[in-house]
């Protein structure tokens, strides 16, 4: 078990950290420098190299930088030297993952990759457990509800939705539970996948952000006696704002119960599989019949690198297609795998090179031990905002964000928290969030509510940085402070 007290590992051949979190100015000041220095997008005659060397200098120089200690608005980290290195070399190859000659080894690679990261969430409860590795969870929750209204279109109307569609006397019946502050993609992946974003359930939440399984109970017996179909159950395992985790067994209880799919939206929180120590905050997920990770959070990888894991293959099955350019029948027979069941998508990067790369550069025991530094950091952070008379801490954190706001003397607290904060982004000194507090039906509680928000997934963060980083809030609050 990690000590979260202990320095955090050191990363193989890590970068230096750069010297700004962001340029100077604003966008107006950025889309000038940019544009004067861009010149022509496609001349008539190329200048070479220089043209490389000019356009990745301007890139370096205008662009938000993840790896600075003052860059912690959003789930957004920095990335581990051995993800870059994999996934430049992935560029220079080129593989596509839709056939197997096109890829070949990145191929077999996806599926250790899927089968690894399988065990940790299932264990021993799912005995055909499959998987793909996606853009992110905006993808891999896109495919949960696809593999949901399959199969409750197909197990209550006895009709292949793959096939034919949405039958017209189910349509504005299938319904998906969430929590209130699940994430957005959920919506939209129900009006694509043309249930409709009224499809889409709120729950309630309680004062610590996570979905209420009393009124999660009580929502799906109301829609149920209504003769609605309950399609999925979708539990989050790190909200955006509040990094909050549903009771994923209690939820996951409620679903089966109904024949509900369960899904679990752990695009944040899923990396504390690597933990041995934060695993139990997760007790559930191997309940779950598919499960979002985004290790370009909780695995520094370069963007992008989601993984949809499902307890049993089968899941995946409505996706499956033959063509002859691709998987031709008897080129399968003679041991050609078809790779078109893996994905929405045909051509396909092999990102799950990169992944292994750092799996394999620091282990289990290794990734572990960054995410309890990250913890340490998140509970620096809150004793510091607690101890500080110009601060108020929003919530106590669940995972690696922090909520809170800088106390105004004499303006009101929305308007000097926003303007503070883009004070730091216009100096170029710090990227800090904001969102706003939402109520137990997830809408913001109205004035008052609007928050900052830190979060924290830089393992080269000291202490010291954020110290340095909530001085710099406190000053840009007080700039922005004044008496009317």
């Known amino acids: 078990m990690t000590d979260p007290t202990d320095a955090p590992a050191p990363l193989p051949a890590s970068f ?3 010297e700004r979190p962001l340029p100077p100015g604003g966008p107006a000041a950025v889309a000038e420098r940019v544009r004067a220095a861009l010149g022509a997008v496609l001349p008539e005659h190329g200048a070479g190299p220089a043209a490389l060397d000019a356009l990745a200098a301007l890139v370096r120089a205008e662009t938000v930088q993840p790896r600075h200690p003052h860059t912690a608005a959003h789930l957004h980290g920095p990335v581990l030297a051995a993800s870059a290195a994999l996934d430049a070399l992935i560029g220079e190859l080129n593989p596509s993952m839709d056939s197997w000659d096109q890829s070949a080894a990145p191929s077999v690679i996806e599926e250790e990759l899927v089968a690894a990261l399988a065990g940790l969430c299932f264990g021993a409860t799912a005995s055909h457990p499959g998987g793909t590795v996606t853009t992110g969870g905006t993808e891999s929750n896109l495919m949960a509800l696809m593999f949901a209204r399959y199969e409750a279109i197909h197990r209550a109307y006895d009709t292949d939705p793959a096939e034919e569609g949405i039958p017209s006397y189910a349509a504005g019946r299938i319904k998906i539970l969430t929590s209130a502050v699940a994430h957005f993609s959920l919506a939209r992946a129900a009006a694509l996948l043309g249930i409709g974003e009224r499809a889409v359930v ?3 939440i309680g004062p610590d952000h996570r979905m209420d399984p009393q009124a999660l109970e009580e929502t799906a017996a109301r829609l149920e006696a209504d003769n609605h179909l309950i399609a999925a159950v979708v539990g989050t395992a790190g909200t955006t704002d509040a990094g909050a985790i549903d009771p994923l067994a209690e939820c996951a209880r409620i679903a089966h119960r109904r024949g509900a799919w369960f899904h679990v939206d752990a695009a944040y929180g899923g990396g504390l599989l690597f933990s041995d120590r934060r695993r139990p905050m ?10 979002s990770i985004d290790l370009h959070k909780f695995g520094w990888q370069s963007i992008p690198a989601g993984v949809l894991l499902a307890r049993d293959r089968a899941a995946f ?16 027979r003679a041991g050609y795998p078809n790779l078109l069941d893996r994905s929405v998508r ?4 092999a990102d799950a090179v990169k992944i292994v790369a750092t799996c394999q550069a620091l282990g289990r025991a290794g990734l572990a031990a960054l995410i309890e530094h990250c913890f340490a ?20 954190p669940a995972l690696t964000t922090v909520l809170f706001r800088y106390l105004p003397r004499y303006g009101d607290p929305d308007r000097v928290n926003a303007a503070l904060r883009r004070r730091l982004l216009a100096e170029g000194s ?12 997830g809408k913001p509680n109205g004035p008052g509510s609007l928050r900052l928000k830190l979060t924290l997934l830089n393992p080269q963060t000291t202490p010291e940085d954020l110290d340095r980083l909530l001085d710099l809030v406190a000053a840009a609050g007080a700039a922005e402070d004044l008496p009317s």
């Open 16 to 18: 230096p950290t750069p």
């Open 202 to 204: 709120p729950v309630p």
């Open 282 to 291: 997760l007790d559930g997920i191997e309940e779950a019949d598919s499960v």
């Open 317 to 332: 099955g409505p996706l499956a297609r033959r063509v002859a350019y691709l998987s031709a029948l008897d080129d399968e």
């Open 346 to 349: 045909t051509t396909r990067r």
């Open 377 to 396: 950091l998140t509970a620096h952070t809150a004793a510091a905002v607690r101890a500080r008379s110009e601060f108020e801490l929003a919530v106590e």
């Open 430 to 441: 710090a990227v800090i969030g904001r969102t706003e507090l939402p109520g137990p039906d």
